[in-house]
């Protein structure tokens, strides 16, 4: 049973380039997320989508672009990463508004120099 | 504003009982959630309360009252593999879930 799955799961950037982080699941879940998670802090969200074709801003939304062509799959785009974007991103998914339980992918490690 | 308050750090004695507190303000609420995180790996789900009172499952159990937006995470029989953080989660009046910062739980031989 693969769940959520992330790619990839590091990666180290020069300040300026761009990259998409992949987040894929198998179970039909309408409700997808990325987080970011640094030290010493909560979970924050980044953007969200409730269902395919939808995007939503989070609370962290600014440097971030995402897209959900495919209902099962979410991307997270960073346009021009900066160091400030250093972090480890979790992408979750839940099945609907009102059934709250989240389910995580294993994570991205990303570091800009 | 909404916030998730729960303690930074706790230790505690393998064996033993630990309680790991945690209070929040949302707009509206649809129930609380606690999730375990060991260091470098996903959170995994632990609990869900959306009613007042006790919920246990195995080791674990769970509290909440609405009217003192409280709940607390209780462990017992503690053992080395619970040393994690663990993550207090309110859902809000959109059904977003808002994060406390997490409990580091160290667990000592």
């Known amino acids: 049973n693969a769940g959520v799955t992330q790619t990839p799961k590091f990666r180290v950037l020069k300040t300026g380039q761009s990259m998409t982080l992949l987040c894929a699941q198998d179970?039909?879940?309408?409700?997808m997320y990325w987080y970011r998670q640094d030290p010493g802090m909560g979970l924050r969200l980044i953007h969200y989508s409730v269902g395919e074709g939808t995007t939503a801003k989070g609370e962290v939304p600014d440097g971030y672009n995402v897209s959900r062509l495919k209902k099962q799959n979410f991307l997270l785009g960073l346009e021009s990463a900066a160091p400030s974007q250093t972090s480890v991103y979790f992408c979750a998914s839940r099945k609907g508004q009102e059934i709250g339980e989240l389910f995580f992918g294993e994570g991205s490690r990303l570091t800009v120099l | 504003g909404q916030n998730i308050d729960q303690p930074t750090e706790m230790t505690a004695t393998e064996g033993a009982i630990v309680q790991i507190n945690c209070t929040y303000q949302t707009s509206g609420f649809n129930g609380l959630f606690w999730y375990q995180q060991h260091a470098g790996e996903a959170p995994t789900f632990l609990s869900y309360?959306?009613l007042d009172g006790l919920e246990e499952k195995g080791r674990f159990s769970s509290f909440l009252s609405r009217s003192k937006g409280y709940s607390y995470l209780l462990l017992k029989e503690l053992q080395m593999k619970d040393s994690a953080s663990y993550l207090c989660?309110?859902?809000?009046?959109?059904?977003?879930?808002?994060w406390g910062a997490g409990t580091k739980l160290i667990i000592k031989p």
């Open positions: 989660a309110a859902l809000d009046s959109n059904y977003q879930l808002i």
């Open positions: 179970m039909n879940h309408e409700y």
């Open positions: 309360n959306v």
